[in-house]
């Protein structure tokens, strides 16, 4: 009788293995829960620097089922003045960051460097503290702007240098990535970025 002797993964088998499982899960975690964005530009200025690199978090709306235009369910909505990552309208190989300005069904007004929503001027501390200048075919002054239903209206902190939603239009809520949270590089610069 021949006694059998369990048969050993080489080693090179199970670093392989381990290799795929962690490059799976990663995958999973990118996709679904958070994903690392590096800022291109200075639109953003000054609560974003050219070069932070920071996380957003695609479980707060609910993360978009690839190859599809739905959604899963998320734990909160949008709110105005959420820092969004969005696909570009224009060009859906670019992912853009703004500041969620407006909703689909309101209007605004872009006044004397406020932001007026249905008429009334925006107090919020963080929106409030930027002056918005009057650019472009969606911003210019005396013009009132609706936003359609199913769309926002998003706009760079860095108001004189940002090409937002006054110059291209609106995004569709379809294209929201999800809501910009941590800056984690460079160093000197940790800390959320909603609050």
């Known amino acids: 009788m021949t006694s059998k002797l369990p048969i050993r993964?080489?080693?090179?088998?199970?670093?392989?293995?381990?290799?795929v499982i962690a490059l799976l899960l990663a995958l999973f975690i990118r996709e679904f829960f958070v994903q690392a964005f590096k800022i291109p530009s200075g639109s953003m200025i000054p609560t974003l620097l050219v070069g932070d690199r920071l996380m957003v978090n695609k479980l707060r709306y609910g993360p978009k089922v690839r190859f599809t235009d739905k959604r899963l369910p998320g734990f909160s909505k949008a709110k105005r003045g959420d820092i969004i990552v969005f696909i570009f309208p224009d060009d859906p190989k670019r992912d853009f960051i703004k500041r969620l300005i407006a909703f689909g069904g309101e209007t605004v007004e872009i006044k004397d460097g406020g932001i007026f929503i249905n008429g009334k001027l925006i107090e919020d501390p963080v929106i409030s503290k930027i002056y918005y200048y009057n650019r472009g075919d969606y911003g210019q002054e005396g013009q009132v702007i609706k936003v359609p239903e199913g769309q926002v209206y998003v706009l760079g902190d860095n108001s004189g240098s940002s090409h937002d939603?006054?110059?291209?239009?609106?995004?569709?809520?379809?294209?929201?990535?999800?809501?910009?949270?941590?800056?984690?590089?460079?160093?000197?610069?940790?800390?959320?970025v909603n609050e």
């Open 165 to 192: 939603s006054r110059f291209w239009g609106f995004v569709p809520e379809r294209n929201i990535i999800g809501r910009a949270e941590f800056i984690y590089w460079p160093v000197t610069r940790l800390r959320f």
């Open 9 to 19: 993964k080489s080693a090179l088998r199970e670093w392989a293995e381990s290799i």
